[in-house]
């Protein structure tokens, strides 16, 4: 990593903690965090987007202990994440009560692959949905994204265009049984295999 995007991540986690909204690249595509628990950061979230408040935000931790911090983990669902993650899995899990209730209903998460959302992730955990108006199409680069939207957010984190890939599976572990909420690379069979190892 170069030194001047190691200084772009330093500022833009400063933006973070400050309580606000980056555009950022993921492993996929490019993302808007917040930091998750922040209520207020996160609203921002839901307006630049013009996203409805009932479809929840997904989040990016940095490691197992800390989706531990604020995740009710069963020992299934730990089986899961240190098999499958990093990569192209989320995770819908029950959370804890230090995680603000505008961000989801439950804490769904993933561990990403990508060295700069894992950076910006080191500080807690940032809101991982994708960096467009609700219901439009994926930005592989900061040209993609709704000028209407770049107007609202604080940074940009931009490391140039991105190979487009598919958006991450997003699965729930029920009593030993697997749900998928999203088919993405990782499938129900994968994560079955693991339960059952």
Avoid: C, W
């Avoid at 995770?91 to 961000?103: C, G």
């Avoid at 709704?146 to 107007?151: K, Q």
Wanted: proline content about 6%; charged content about 30%.
């Amino acid at each position: 990593m170069d030194r001047e995007l190691e200084e772009n991540i330093v500022e833009a986690r400063e933006v973070l903690r400050n309580g606000g909204i980056v555009v950022y690249p993921t492993e996929t595509a490019y993302g808007i965090a917040a930091d998750a628990l922040n209520p207020e950061a996160v609203e921002k979230v839901f307006e630049a987007k013009e996203r409805p408040r009932d479809k929840g935000l997904t989040v990016i931790v940095d490691s197992l202990e800390t989706a531990e911090k604020y995740a009710e983990l069963t020992g299934a669902e730990r089986k899961v994440v240190q098999e499958l993650m990093p990569g192209p899995l989320t995770l819908v899990t029950e959370k804890k009560e230090e995680v603000p209730d505008i961000l989801n209903e439950k804490f769904v998460f993933r561990i990403s692959s990508g060295e700069v959302a894992s950076q910006l992730a080191a500080s807690g955990p940032i809101t991982a949905t994708s960096a467009n108006i609700s219901g439009g199409d994926t930005s592989y680069s900061v040209g993609d994204i709704d000028p209407a939207l770049l107007e609202q957010v604080d940074y940009v984190l931009d490391t140039g265009a991105l190979e487009p890939s598919p958006t991450s599976t997003i699965a729930e572990v029920n009593n030993g049984r697997v749900l998928i909420h999203r088919k993405g690379p990782v499938t129900r069979s994968e994560i079955e295999k693991v339960l059952n190892g």
